[in-house]
């Protein structure tokens, strides 16, 4: 039999249900079992893809070119589970399946209704992941919070699968919040009412996630077990971690969450083998250097909104041996000041992330600039690449008002612009170059030095492309041109010569980083940033050792 875990949220949101549903899966990973994780978002959109990162972070981007909540960026980084489009359910694609095969008369002379027409799909697309083969388990995280009507259908779906498959092959995981109220007292109560909630909807969770601020005592576990009806060893303090989130696997198995949820689940498995993450958490708190990467974007605001870049630098960090901090800086602002240099002088590294709109462009290309010209390491992804394009042509190639026409339609030098297949494309939703594609390197240069081959595969989300009208004049002038898709058609990859590390990239190589095995890209940058912090410490120095030896 197929086995599930249903994961649900209570209380409010914001708790970490992505992270806490990932490291259950690196757990049962660990544990020798085939894990597929599968996330549901209860909103109207077909996905994530026309979604401001403001509103709900990143877009993750799978293979298959899915463009999704960026909690699948999470199972990524935490689980080996096969991630496409399969892997994420939205009310968006339920809805219209179901409204596709009503008019394909699939249900003919019938009422089409939410019970049900709509949790049977629900059901449908949760089992094409689940029952294919050699699966073992499959984690299902419903988006939102318990009690939202817009993740009623989704509930109740769930509530059927574990009456029609059965208890022994259906688990309910519920995270919920212990808050801290006046002064360091911790509060059950909304815990209570949260698994009242799902009680009320016919679903008894098996194991409570508690996040609290610190580890729970045990007479407030037993409290919690005997108000909730849930057994004492299933209350599980899901607190604060102090150094990084990569613990939480740890946390969760030292209170034998993958014991609890085997035995309910009556699997037989491996004992758990965690050595992958007690390695990362090491180094993590081990490291004594810390270097200063700075992130100049627009979606600064949002903590999410970059996700996949920042976990991928924490990875770059993890590989070599140091701590990352992250240093955002809102581009718009750096625009409006005009203060680069105070901003950017004492970074060990720069990255220009991904983005849309024109908005704060300027302050981008005034960042490449200083990193050019102060040979501070810089990498720049997607729209990185292009404001490194736009520089160049400016600073360089002296092509004055040179742009992308996303951001100036009537530029005199448009060295971006819209790939010919994108010009008359008027629909929004998945209609950009997505997911996975083959680039061809370039010898002798930073990108193939760090993946150290000539072919690679990586996620691509984007509409502009460096423009071929001006890809001599760029590669005359001295910008090395160092990938290309296999046809040569495209510029994947652009590079400065004479610079210790630069590099800037049309795909998205976040989304394949893993802490355990850093994407290569973002080990080389750090790497860089590592030397300039070095080299910059012993330059510091230098005086004082001079005026030692004066005295
Ligand atoms: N806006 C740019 C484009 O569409 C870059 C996209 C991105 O950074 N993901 O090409």
């Excluded at 909304?190 to 580890?215: A, F, N, W």
């Excluded at 190589?509 to 910059?536: C, G, I, M, N």
Aim: aromatic share 6%; net charge negative.
């Amino acid at each position: 039999m197929k086995k599930y875990v249903i994961v649900t949220g209570g209380v409010c949101s914001s708790l970490g249900k992505g992270i806490a549903a990932a490291s259950l899966g690196s757990l049962l990973e660990s544990r020798g079992l085939a894990v597929r994780m599968v996330k549901i978002d209860p909103y109207i959109n077909v996905d994530a893809g026309t979604m401001s990162p403001y509103q709900h972070g990143e877009v993750f981007v799978t293979d298959d070119g899915a463009e999704t909540d960026l909690d699948l960026g999470n199972y990524s980084r935490f689980t080996d589970s096969p991630l496409s489009r399969a892997n994420s359910i939205t009310t968006g694609q339920v809805y219209q399946e179901v409204i596709q095969r009503e008019r394909e008369g699939r249900y003919l002379g019938r009422t089409v209704q939410v019970i049900p027409h709509i949790t049977d799909r629900i059901k449908q697309r949760i089992m094409s992941v689940g029952e294919q083969e050699g699966v073992d388990v499959t984690i299902v995280e419903v988006g939102g919070t318990v009690g939202d009507i817009e993740s009623i259908p989704f509930l109740e779906a769930a509530r059927q699968m574990i009456h029609e498959i059965g208890h022994e092959h259906v688990i309910s995981v519920h995270l919920t919040l212990i808050p801290e109220v006046g002064g360091n007292e911790l509060k059950t109560k909304p815990t209570q009412h949260s698994v009242k909630e799902m009680r009320e909807i016919g679903i008894q969770p098996d194991v409570l996630l508690c996040r609290c601020p610190r580890p729970m005592e045990e007479d407030m576990r037993r409290k919690i077990a005997s108000f909730t009806n849930v057994a004492y060893e299933a209350v599980v303090s899901a607190h604060d971690v102090e150094s990084t989130i990569y613990q939480i696997p740890l946390v969760y198995h030292e209170q034998k969450l993958d014991e609890i949820v085997c035995s309910r689940l009556d699997l037989q498995c491996a004992d758990a083998d965690l050595s992958n993450w007690e390695h990362v958490v090491h180094t993590f708190k081990t490291a004594t250097t810390t270097l200063r990467i700075g992130v100049v974007g627009k979606y600064i605001d949002l903590a999410d909104s970059y996700k996949s870049i920042d976990e991928a630098l924490y990875h770059g960090g993890i590989a070599n041996a140091v701590r990352v901090e992250l240093v955002k800086i809102d581009s718009e602002r750096l625009e409006r000041t005009g203060k680069v240099g105070e901003a950017l002088e004492d970074l060990d590294g720069i990255l220009v992330p991904g983005g849309f709109g024109s908005r704060g462009i300027e302050g981008m290309v005034a960042t490449a600039h200083y990193a050019r010209e102060h040979r501070i390491p810089y990498f720049g992804i997607c729209l990185g690449m292009q404001i490194m394009v736009i520089e160049w042509a400016r600073n360089v190639m002296k092509l004055a008002d040179a742009d992308s026409t996303e951001f100036s339609p009537d530029t005199p030098n448009p060295v971006v612009s819209l790939l010919e297949e994108q010009i008359d494309v008027h629909n929004y939703g998945g209609t950009m170059r997505l997911g996975a594609s083959e680039s061809r390197l370039v010898e002798h240069t930073f990108i193939y030095r760090a993946y150290g081959t000539e072919r690679i595969t990586e996620r691509h989300r984007h509409r502009y492309e460096v423009s071929n009208r001006y890809r001599a004049e760029l590669k005359e002038s001295g910008l090395r041109v160092s990938g290309t898709t296999p046809d040569q058609e495209l510029v994947e990859s652009v590079e400065w010569d004479d610079h210790p590390w630069a590099v800037g990239v049309q795909f998205h190589p976040e989304f394949s980083s893993r802490p355990s095995k850093a994407q290569p890209l973002f080990r080389d940058f750090v790497h860089a940033a590592l030397e300039r912090h070095t080299a910059r410490a012993k330059r510091d120095r230098v005086p004082e050792v001079a005026t030692a030896s004066e005295g």
